[in-house]
């Protein structure tokens, strides 16, 4: 509320006595102390607080232990607790899952000493969240700076996920972290959690902060002391009087701090931190006792505003004011306490709490896809950073998964290829019953196919390759396979067959194996002297293949058809009709002797792109198939004429249609039905194939469209293809086009599939602004992001949007749809998504539009391509 209205503020008395609490101090129950990086197993007892820490080994499966400086690693500086601390060099998210009771009130403190452990000298930032919500960024301004920040929370569940999120500013780190229960809620007036400000020991005679055992509930109160007041305290520890709620230490509430006389206010002033809502607590009581006609009497105000009063403090028992609603409104705040004219003393304060009202949020994923998902994990043995909420925080979920927006978040995807799972699929993955897109690729699974995967109702994409699965593919998996509404891909697992006869026909095979073994030992015995001739010739004839093939090496071997330069000018009619031209060359329109219009890419001599952009291209689409790919028919491959033939893209490039010279304008669900048909193909470039391929081109005029409006990726010249799928391609001349290019490959020289992404990001800019890459101008040339950025940072999305949509775009789809394309375009690659979550995103857009249910057919955005069972050699599509 703003400060123009009076506070209500409320008080409670406090019984405080020095005995009960030495007697309270050691009751330690429901205290969770961790020392972070301790090793596992191992636990202490610190010797000053007595507090009992144990390591942090099992509430977290990442990280790497490591100590502090040996500067900073001295007994009498630094408490233990702070001398080893856990990093967090590998990935973004790395979180902590602590058990609670739930609907009970925590303290909640997070500590922190960088201590040069890296003996870099560099001190990073980085963000600490609680469930969904940013707890705090954490900044350090010197090596030995120990820092902590505490939480007043009530938990809404039985578990407290803590995560540190890597911003791309160095190595997060913590040192300890620590739960205190408390007995009651009487912090929470309000119903919002409560992060620490400052929590200060007014007129304390001792330069050192308490807690434990001082405190039973562990608050850490700093000494405060100003030039202006006169400190006061009493040796006599304060008397029961009833019932205490905030458990004041007597250390703290035996001293204190008056003004000067009655004539002056005692005020505690604060600068809001942008639009902070605060929380104060203040701490009353006389400590010395009152001589014949003294009195101390006083009101407190917030900016001149009436807060509470009168008030006449009572010797050695505390009255504690706090609000029950949040200040905010001002541009500072200043607490005073003001004498009355009854007053023959001035105003004391004894301790006082400051609290930033933080809102986290209580966003949890489905209990079902949690558990799911812990079975899985269990199942597999997986050691993935897969701690706390799989879905929280949103922006970062665990490694491999995509979970859908909303109040409660569901598992879209599940990537866990390359994982070294064994064993068979999982029954668990049944429970995820909002699958998408699951990826098992890559392990050494076994066993036949379940028929479960046929029951998960909004499976779109499943990839099972390279694995060593056995028996028959479930009828009802083919089906949906062959009716597009399923991309299955199960190649290079041997003994999986698509029908009875191919199972019976290798179970055949396999017998006719052990004949044959036996049968050939015993030939083998007999007639040795032949076999070894025969080797000799065999390896003698290997050799003269072998230089043959070296000799033939510029020639690409594969499926599709070789053919001659003269078969070239027939098919063109002598090259008759030209409809493009690009670095590879120029493209001339084809006709088959089926009729079967194609396009013929012909390699000038002049080219820019030369013989290694024509083999690169030829190689991949001969092996790569998918549905939003442009497809190879067939290639020249002689000595003076080069050619590549692709079936025909009768509508152009997408660029085309984007220009503001087209004729035709596209609708908004075409942009976005364009943009889900060219993330389908990049996704399959990067996740469908193995090793993945990396396109380094991706620009709207290498998006071509069919006469259906459906969109395929072309141009292939500059991709590469990455034996692990941690390559990345180093170049001393970054490929790609100006203005779609990662600026990050200009720095590292370095490709990988973000760099994609990057460049994928500025085709969603140009389908909803209608601009190219680079905006040109008679004043300046601008970069799409340049220009859509500070419309977007002040809301005005609509002021981006092509004007030839005619403002017929729904407003929660473009924001969803900028949100996206900003994403993709961040500067840093961590930040930026999968292209498997690009896909979803743009999907979830494109329903929004949708008017009535879609039928299901080949372009509709429901239906992800069948590839093909069987797979090519090198790179494999999965």
Avoid at 223 to 237: A, L, M, V
Avoid at 315 to 328: D, Q, R, T
Avoid at 408 to 428: A, C, K, Q
Avoid at 467 to 491: C, D, M, W, Y
Wanted: glycine share 6%; aromatic share 8%.
């Amino acid at each position: 509320m703003g400060t123009s209205g009076h506070f209500l503020f409320g008080f409670l008395l406090s019984a405080l006595a020095l005995p009960l609490l030495l007697v309270q101090a050691q009751d330690q129950s429901g205290f969770i102390s961790l020392d972070c990086g301790l090793p596992e197993g191992t636990s202490y007892t610190e010797t000053t607080t007595k507090l009992n820490y144990v390591s942090d080994a099992s509430f977290i499966n990442s990280g790497v232990s490591q100590d502090v400086a040996s500067a900073y690693g001295d007994g009498e500086t630094y408490p233990r607790q702070l001398r080893k601390l856990r990093s967090f060099p590998q990935g973004i998210r790395n979180c902590y899952s602590v058990t609670t009771l739930k609907g009970s009130e925590y303290l909640i403190r997070a500590s922190f000493l960088y201590g040069n452990y890296d003996g870099l000298d560099s001190l990073p930032t980085f963000d600490l969240y609680m469930g969904d919500s940013l707890w705090q960024t954490l900044n350090f301004t010197d090596n030995g700076m120990d820092t902590y920040i505490d939480l007043i929370h009530v938990t809404s569940s039985n578990k407290v996920n803590i995560c540190l999120i890597n911003t791309g500013n160095g190595v997060p780190f913590i040192s300890a972290l620590e739960f205190r229960p408390s007995l009651n809620i009487t912090y929470l007036t309000i119903t919002s959690s409560l992060s620490l400000y400052t929590r200060m020991n007014i007129g304390s005679t001792e330069d050192r902060k308490y807690r434990f055992p001082f405190d039973v509930y562990d608050r850490i109160w700093s000494p405060f002391n100003f030039n202006e007041w006169t400190q006061i305290s009493t040796n006599y520890s304060f008397e029961p009087v009833g019932e205490s709620g905030l458990q004041l230490p007597s250390i703290v509430m035996q001293t204190a701090s008056t003004s000067k006389d009655t004539s002056k206010p005692l005020e505690i002033g604060w600068d809001p931190i942008d639009s902070s809502q605060y929380y104060v607590l203040m701490h009353l009581a006389e400590v010395l006792y009152p001589e014949v006609n003294q009195s101390r009497e006083f009101i407190i105000t917030n900016n001149d505003n009436f807060v509470f009063g009168p008030i006449i403090p009572n010797y050695l028992s505390s009255v504690s004011i706090l609000p029950n609603e949040a200040l905010e409104g001002a541009s500072r705040h200043v607490i005073s306490f003001i004498s009355t004219e009854k007053a023959t003393l001035p105003p004391i304060i004894n301790a006082f709490e400051l609290y930033i009202v933080k809102n986290i949020s209580k966003l949890e994923a489905d209990q079902g896809d949690v558990d799911a998902l812990t079975n899985i994990k269990s199942t597999y043995g997986i050691k993935k950073d897969w701690q706390g909420d799989p879905c929280v925080p949103m922006r970062f979920p665990w490694s491999g998964l995509h979970c859908s927006n909303g109040t409660i978040p569901r598992i879209l995807s599940l990537n866990l290829s390359t994982s070294g799972l064994t064993g068979e699929i999982s029954p668990y993955i049944s429970n995820l019953t909002m699958l998408q897109i699951l990826d098992l690729s890559d392990n050494e699974l076994t066993g036949e196919l379940p028929e479960f995967l046929v029951n998960l109702p909004n499976l779109r994409i499943l990839y099972l390759t390279r694995n060593r699965f056995t028996g028959l593919i479930p009828k009802a998996l083919l089906q949906r396979a062959e009716a597009g509404l399923l991309a299955l891909s199960v190649g290079e697992n041997p003994d999986l067959c698509k029908s009875v006869e191919c199972v019976n026909k290798r179970k055949n095979k396999k017998r006719k194996k052990y004949l044959v073994a036996i049968i050939l030992s015993t030939v083998v015995a007999v007639l040795l002297p032949i076999l070894m001739v025969t080797l000799v010739i065999y390896k003698r004839r290997k050799q003269r293949e072998n230089l043959k093939r070296s000799i033939q090496e510029r020639l690409l071997k594969s499926k599709n058809q070789l053919v001659q330069f003269s078969e070239i000018l027939v098919i063109t009619d002598n090259l008759k009709t030209s409809i493009g031209e690009g670095g590879f060359g120029k493209v001339y329109l084809g006709v088959l002797s089926d009729k079967t219009r194609v396009a013929v890419k012909l390699m000038s001599s002049m080219s820019q792109q030369g013989y290694n952009e024509f083999r690169a291209e030829a190689q991949i689409l001969t092996v790569v198939h998918h549905i939003n790919l442009v497809s190879l028919i067939g290639y020249c491959d002689e000595a003076e004429n080069k050619a590549l033939i692709y079936e025909f893209m009768g509508n152009g490039s997408l660029r085309d249609f984007l220009s503001d010279s087209s004729t035709k304008v596209l609708n908004w669900k075409e942009r976005l039905q364009i943009a889900v048909d060219a993330a389908q193909g990049l996704e399959y470039l990067h996740n469908g194939c193995v090793p993945p391929i990396i396109h380094r081109d991706v620009k709207s005029s290498n998006i071509l469209l069919n006469e259906q409006m459906q969109a395929k990726i072309s141009d292939f010249g500059l991709s590469r293809v990455f034996v692990n799928e941690s390559d990345t391609h180093f170049s001393t001349c970054p490929a790609g086009t100006f203005g779609y290019l990662d600026p990050t490959v200009h720095l590292s020289r370095n490709f990988i599939k973000k760099s994609d992404v990057y460049s994928f990001g500025i085709v969603l800019f140009e389908l909803i602004t209608g601009h190219p890459a680079i905006i040109k101008s008679s004043e300046d040339n601008i970069h799409i992001v340049d220009w859509v950025k500070p419309h977007i940072t002040v809301g005005n999305i609509q002021n981006i949007v092509d004007p030839r949509l005619e403002s017929c775009i729904d407003s929660r789809c473009a924001s969803k749809f900028v949100e996206l394309a900003l994403s993709c375009t961040l500067p840093t690659s961590a930040g930026r998504p999968e292209m498997s979550e690009v896909v979803l995103q743009l999907i979830e857009c494109l329903k929004m539009v949708q008017d009535t249910t879609p039928q299901m057919s080949n372009n509709n955005a429901e239906n992800f391509s069948h590839n093909s069972i069987g797979s090519a050699s090198l790179p494999s599509p999965r």
